[in-house]
């Protein structure tokens, strides 16, 4: 349901409207509407002090998300919000400052570190082959060293040119091969001093690129290099390590400080966007705005008690104000909230019209669960859906999706045992599982009649809340909707007079009635009203996506369970079986979620729903969103 709000003014001298936004804040029920625009009375002037403190508040807010982000801090302690003076708030700032800094460094060391053993693995195997070699003439004075990389296929061209080099030097030469994991060559040429010049010619004539070492080892001979190489290896995860307690240090440091200083710089900044909608005099101040009905009188009180009689508050009568304005806040059971998901997807309703989460929360698992309708399926559902809610923060979007999917999971279950499906058709093979209704693999025509019905009762209720909704204001189009319902209920009675269903008295009566209702509703909505009543009739025909989805499904577990028969081993068709239903569930998922919001925001909403709702944003003290804090 809508909760009722009540339009509060509150009256002050100027030297105190501080104090009373301040007073507002702590109820944290008020939301602080355009100031009133009479003759004296005008809208608080922003100034370049304002405009500047809003810049730098903004700052400060970034600055401490940064931090906290780089922390690593997700959840916030929560504490009991306590005033943040102006000198605490510039110190906060201050830290915030630092610590932002202080994360940023960090997280610079740490992916320079990170690149850098990236770069030496890149080398790991060509260290790890030529290592053992280059340690035993790492002492050998006035000895160069070369190293190529070639392709496995030039295995043969290489050791010929080896050989040849070999021979021109008579052995002073030395070459080995050495294979690398890729599959590819590492070709090592150590020489004296005298020689390099005459190696380096040959390497390039055969077109044969030297080995190219990190620039950071540039410097370095190869033979001195390599050692360096993978001592620096063995060093980059202390280092790692050092900069993560420095990080740890840096959070008990300064995390609370930090909270409290975005906590601190959001209260500040929405007292300021506050201010800017007050209205004042050369020596008064005026606020209005929009709380709970049930909470005004406490508002009265509280500011009575905090400020003195020098302010006043008193309730605007509804004369005074239109709901076309009123923040819009939606209050249902705690069985029905995860639902206002659905609703919040749209636009909000607006002020005096009708919350739908009620009637979302009984008919979106109803259709889920005629769709999927299984029992196996249910359990798997109810068993995602316990652990989902273990893994989640209160409040969180994955706390909603649990508790959307526990009557999701209960209602296919329940139909399940009506059809009379286990995964399929295997618990009527294996089990002796029989369907309470029918079995929906082999009753099509029943199938479509349950969905169709199901339309009727769901468009037909969408109807009636429609005559609800617009009866006070409309009350001529109110009376085409109870009209347009009548007569969906006379075809119906029809129909079940024509099929025998009903004593076959109620087809004469029926389509008299029809027939004195469709002219009625041609002189009350006009000539569009036939069309009108035709949508509606194809509303409820686009129920029928409900037989069809909920035959797929149960069709295509029965192949899965069919296919894992006709395989010849046992453990390759019960893993195809497996596979099978995975996917078949998944679908089973996605296909009925979609769907039944369809009908929802389509054929049911259409009918009644009045977007267009303004969000209620209290001016209160700051809290992180739980969906953000927990992810």
Same mark, same amino acid.
């Given at each position: ?379 798997? %559902? &109810?068993? $995602?859906?316990? *652990?989902? !809610?273990?893994?989640?923060? +209160?409040?969180? =979007?994955?706390?909603?999706? #649990? ?92 129909? %079940? &007079?024509? $099929?025998?269903? *009903?004593? !076959?008295?109620?087809?004469? +009566?029926?389509? =008299?009635?029809?027939?004195? #209702? ?105 809290? +992180? ?7």
């Amino acid at each position: 349901m809508i909760i009722r709000m009540a339009k509060v003014r509150v009256l002050g001298p100027r030297a105190r409207l501080s104090e009373t936004l301040a007073v507002l804040q702590d109820f944290g029920l008020l939301q602080v509407a355009e100031g009133p625009v009479r003759a004296g009375l005008e809208p608080m002037s922003q100034s370049a002090f304002d405009t500047r403190r809003r810049r730098q508040l903004a700052r400060v807010i970034e600055d401490a998300q940064f931090a906290l982000d780089g922390l690593g801090v997700r959840q916030f302690a929560g504490a009991v919000p306590t005033p943040v003076s102006v000198s605490e708030l510039a110190r906060l700032a201050r830290l915030a400052r630092r610590a932002r800094s202080g994360v940023a460094r960090l997280a610079n060391d740490e992916a320079r570190l990170n690149e850098e053993r990236a770069l030496i693995q890149r080398y790991r195997d060509l260290l790890d082959a030529l290592s053992p070699e280059l340690h035993k003439i790492s002492r050998s004075p006035h000895v160069v060293t070369h190293a190529v990389i070639v392709p496995a296929t030039e295995r043969a061209a290489v050791e010929e040119l080896v050989s040849a080099l070999a021979t021109q030097s008579q052995h002073s030469i030395v070459a080995r091969l050495h294979p690398l994991r890729s599959g590819e060559l590492v070709l090592l040429v150590v020489m004296p001093e005298r020689a390099a010049a005459h190696v380096e010619r040959v390497l390039a004539d055969a077109r044969l690129p030297e080995v190219s070492l990190p620039s950071q080892f540039h410097a370095a001979s190869l033979s001195d290099a390599v050692p360096q190489m993978l001592a620096r290896l063995e060093e980059i995860p202390l280092e790692l390590a050092q900069l993560a307690k420095d990080r740890q240090a840096l959070a008990r440091e300064c995390t609370v400080g930090l909270e409290k200083a975005c906590a601190g710089a959001h209260d500040a900044l929405a007292r300021l966007e506050a201010l800017a909608r007050c209205s004042t005099t050369s020596r008064a101040f005026a606020i209005e705005g929009w709380a709970p009905k049930t909470s005004a009188k406490k508002l009265m009180l509280l500011l009575e008690r905090q400020l003195g009689s020098s302010v006043a508050v008193e309730e605007l009568a509804t004369e005074e104000w239109t709901g076309e304005d009123v923040p819009v806040v939606l209050t249902n059971p705690r069985l029905f909230r995860p639902f206002e998901t659905f609703v919040r997807m749209m636009p909000l309703p607006r002020y005096g019209s009708i919350d739908p989460t009620p009637f979302v929360a009984v008919f979106f698992p109803l259709l889920f669960g005629l769709m999927l309708a299984d029992i196996g399926y249910g359990i798997v %559902l &109810a068993m $995602l859906g316990l *652990l989902l !809610h273990r893994h989640s923060q +209160p409040g969180s =979007i994955r706390r909603t999706v #649990a508790e959307i999917m526990g009557p999701c999971a209960a209602f296919t279950i329940l139909c399940g045992v009506l059809f009379g499906e286990l995964f399929g058709d295997f618990g009527q093979r294996t089990l002796g599982l029989r369907p309470v209704l029918f079995d929906r693999a082999e009753a099509a025509t029943a199938s479509l009649l349950v969905a169709i019905g199901l339309g009727i009762v769901h468009v037909g209720l969408g109807l009636v809340l429609g005559v609800v909704a617009k009866w006070r204001q409309e009350p001529k189009h109110a009376v085409g909707s109870a009209v347009s319902a009548l007569m969906v209920a006379f075809i119906i009675l029809a129909l %079940l &007079a024509a $099929l025998e269903v *009903l004593p !076959h008295n109620f087809l004469t +009566p029926s389509v =008299i009635a029809l027939l004195i #209702a469709f002219p009625i509703l041609v002189a009350v909505e006009g000539a569009i009203a036939p069309v009108e009543f035709l949508a509606t009739l194809g509303n409820i025909l686009s129920y029928a996506r409900v037989m069809a989805l909920g035959m797929a499904s149960v069709m295509l577990a029965i192949v899965a369970n069919r296919m894992a028969g006709a395989v010849g081993s046992a453990i390759v068709g019960l893993l195809f079986a497996l596979l099978f239903h995975l996917v078949n569930f998944a679908i089973g998922i996605f296909g009925p979620t979609v769907h039944a919001l369809r009908l929802h925001y389509v054929e049911f909403f259409g009918k009644f729903y009045s977007p267009g709702g303004t969000p209620y944003r209290p001016l209160a003290h700051w809290r +992180p969103t739980p969906a953000a804090s927990s992810l």
